[in-house]
């Protein structure tokens, strides 16, 4: 079989990952075709109007999954985010972020091994902010029951399906009564409704905060809204080797965007030094999400290929700086190939 999928090359080290990744997924022969579309700056500089063209999302309507590289968003002013605008636009609700210890890479803590599961479409992160008077701006948290609910159901889901034992659900109810207070009230009803073979606990966010870095093994689904899973991403990242080792998903009924949790990293964006895993990694979560959907069994097994070749990689010492090493984002992506 041989399947179509949308390349989302993004701002800053977007391309240049997203490159390495792409070789890597060809030395592997996976049977993907790629439809390059724009978003973010690029679509700009590339003489278009919109940072979100609506060829770009029609699409990914059109073949349902896309690999997506990070897309710049001003700090303070300027523009709205394309990645908001794109996860709301595509109804992209639930976002996956997996969290795993890797061999080779030393950190504080070994067998880390979480999901952090973001509902992507609403809370203070929807951006709704208002200047009420010269010096005065609010800005509105929302909280509905259809996305709490469905947000709690997609994680014990996918608990359930991966064989994942316990949801953790951090929050701020005692202080956000009303919103956060709905959010867990829904989780609560999904996993008595439906899920009382997972272990549920439900914590508040700045004590699991504590507690993550005091010691992430004990934690296995994490449950939350979209703030709180923006920040958290980052934090379990830095649990594990940074930014530069960690993908996701973001899913919804119809479609799907497959994204590393970094950012377009400015700093070190066109050096060529910029880890191309965590892009890798969310084209291998890509593949499987493929491979399950058409019970494609060896898309599966190109995909776990991949998977154990940058895992080896690790391994033998191939790492980018972030990590310690010294390879280039491109001599990486070719420790990996020879690995294959
Ligand atoms: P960032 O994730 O781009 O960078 C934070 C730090 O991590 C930087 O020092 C960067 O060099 C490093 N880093 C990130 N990815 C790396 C990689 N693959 N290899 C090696 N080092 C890596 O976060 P920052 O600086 O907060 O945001 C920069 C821009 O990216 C902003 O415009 C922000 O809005 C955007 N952004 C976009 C996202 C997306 O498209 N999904 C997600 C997060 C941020």
């Given at each position: 079989?041989?399947?179509?999928?949308?390349?989302?090359?993004?701002?800053?080290?977007?391309?240049?990952?997203?490159?390495?990744?792409?070789?890597?997924?060809?030395?592997?022969?996976?049977?993907?075709?790629?439809?390059?579309?724009?978003?973010?700056?690029?679509?700009?500089?590339?003489?278009?109007?919109?940072?979100?063209?609506?060829?770009?999302?029609?699409?990914?309507?059109?073949?349902?999954?896309?690999?997506?590289?990070?897309?710049?968003?001003?700090?303070?002013?300027?523009?709205?985010?394309?990645?908001?605008?794109?996860?709301?636009?595509?109804?992209?609700?639930?976002?996956?972020r997996p969290v795993r210890s890797l061999n080779g890479v030393k950190t504080r803590f070994e067998n880390v091994d979480l999901v952090v599961?973001?509902?992507?479409?609403?809370?203070?992160?929807?951006?709704?902010?208002?200047?009420?008077?010269?010096?005065?701006?609010?800005?509105?948290?929302?909280?509905?029951?259809?996305?709490?609910?469905?947000?709690?159901?997609?994680?014990?889901?996918?608990?359930?399906?991966r064989n994942r034992k316990k949801?953790s659900?951090?929050?701020?109810?005692?202080?956000?009564?009303?919103?956060?207070?709905?959010?867990?009230?829904?989780?609560?009803?999904?996993?008595?409704?439906?899920?009382?073979?997972?272990e549920?606990?439900?914590?508040?966010?700045?004590?699991?905060?504590?507690r993550l870095v005091q010691d992430p093994t004990r934690f296995d689904v994490l449950?939350?809204?979209?703030?709180?899973?923006?920040?958290?991403?980052?934090l379990c990242a830095g649990l594990v080797g940074g930014?530069?080792v960690v993908?996701?998903?973001?899913?919804?009924?119809?479609?799907?965007?497959?994204?590393?949790?970094?950012?377009?990293?400015?700093?070190?964006?066109?050096?060529?030094?910029?880890?191309?895993?965590?892009?890798?990694m969310?084209?291998?979560?890509?593949?499987?999400?493929?491979?399950?959907?058409?019970?494609?069994?060896?898309?599966?097994?190109?995909?776990?290929?991949?998977r154990?070749?940058?895992d080896?990689?690790l391994v033998?010492?191939?790492?980018?700086?972030?990590l310690?090493?010294?390879?280039?984002?491109?001599?990486?992506?070719?420790?990996?190939?020879?690995?294959?």
């Open positions: 079989m041989k399947y179509t999928a949308v390349l989302v090359p993004g701002d800053g080290i977007g391309p240049e990952v997203a490159s390495a990744a792409l070789e890597i997924l060809a030395a592997a022969k996976a049977p993907i075709d790629w439809v390059e579309c724009l978003a973010g700056v690029a679509a700009l500089e590339a003489g278009g109007k919109d940072l979100l063209p609506t060829a770009t999302i029609e699409a990914i309507r059109k073949h349902g999954v896309a690999l997506k590289g990070p897309c710049t968003t001003p700090v303070g002013g300027g523009f709205s985010s394309v990645n908001v605008a794109m996860r709301k636009t595509l109804d992209l609700y639930g976002a996956i599961v973001r509902e992507n479409t609403e809370g203070l992160y929807a951006g709704i902010e208002n200047e009420i008077t010269s010096g005065v701006v609010t800005s509105v948290k929302v909280a509905t029951r259809v996305a709490c609910l469905r947000i709690a159901e997609f994680a014990f889901r996918y608990a359930v399906h949801v659900v951090f929050h701020k109810a005692n202080i956000m009564k009303l919103s956060d207070g709905m959010f867990i009230k829904c989780a609560r009803e999904v996993h008595e409704s439906k899920f009382q073979s997972i549920y606990e439900e914590l508040i966010i700045d004590a699991a905060c504590m449950l939350m809204e979209n703030l709180y899973g923006d920040v958290i991403s980052d930014l530069g993908p996701g998903a973001n899913l919804g009924e119809h479609c799907a965007i497959f994204e590393a949790v970094h950012g377009s990293a400015p700093d070190i964006a066109g050096k060529g030094v910029a880890n191309p895993l965590a892009i890798t969310s084209a291998v979560m890509m593949l499987n999400y493929i491979a399950e959907k058409h019970s494609d069994t060896s898309l599966a097994a190109i995909a776990t290929r991949i154990t070749a940058y080896r990689a033998d010492g191939c790492k980018t700086r972030d310690g090493g010294k390879l280039g984002t491109n001599e990486f992506a070719k420790a990996v190939i020879e690995r294959l």
